[in-house]
Structure formats: C-alpha cells, structure tokens
C-alpha cells in the first residue's frame, strides 16, 4: 500500500509541478521566438501567441490542485475573518449562492 501510495504522489508531483514547469518554458521560449522572427526577420510567427495561451490555461489548470491543498493560494481574506464562523458561513453561501446564478443564467444564453 505504501508503494502504490509512493507512486501515486510521484505522478501527482509530475503532472501538477513539472508539466506546468514545462508549459511555462514552453511559453517563454514560444515568446522568445515571436519577439526575435518579429523584430530581426520582420515575419512574426503566428502560432506563437496560441502557444502562449494554450500553454498558459494548461499550466494554470494543472497546478491550482497543488497550490490549493499545499495552502499556498492567493486568498483575500481581509473582511471575512473578521467575522465568526456563522458569519464566514453567510459569506460562504453568498458566494455559492453567486456563482451558481452566474452558471445558469451563461447556460441559458448559450442554449
């Protein structure tokens, strides 16, 4: 069980930390080469700026699992823990509350 645990955290640790490592590389050297074909070659290559944003929604995507159950998130907490649990717990609802207004009514106006 100890092996199977091992291995799976070894795959979480490739796929959240050096397949997002490897899609900003990938980003920078995709912008090194739109900023050189542009300004020494006068051509820029325009499968560089799709790259930049496929790799970028790719590296995000991949490592937020990671930053959130490592705590090491951006949160903006300043006026809710202020409040008590009951209070966080309103704040917590509203905020539900809200996005599951904004998921139906975008599914309504793709439909």
Not at 20 to 43: D, E, H, K, Q
Not at 53 to 80: E, Q
Not at 97 to 107: E, G, Q
Request: charged share 15%; glycine share 4%; net charge positive.
């Amino acid at each position: 069980m100890k092996t199977v645990k091992k291995i799976g955290l070894l795959l979480l640790d490739i796929l959240e930390v050096w397949v997002p490592t490897l899609c900003i590389a990938v980003i920078f050297g995709s912008f090194i080469v739109n900023v050189i074909s542009r300004y020494l070659f006068n051509s820029p290559v325009n499968a560089c700026y799709e790259l930049c944003l496929i790799g970028l929604l790719w590296a995000l995507l991949l490592s937020a699992p990671n930053a959130i159950r490592n705590h090491k998130n951006v949160a903006f907490t300043l006026i809710y823990d202020k409040f008590d649990a009951k209070g966080q717990l309103i704040f917590r609802l509203v905020g539900t509350a809200f996005l599951l207004f904004c998921l139906i009514r975008d599914r309504k106006s793709v439909v």
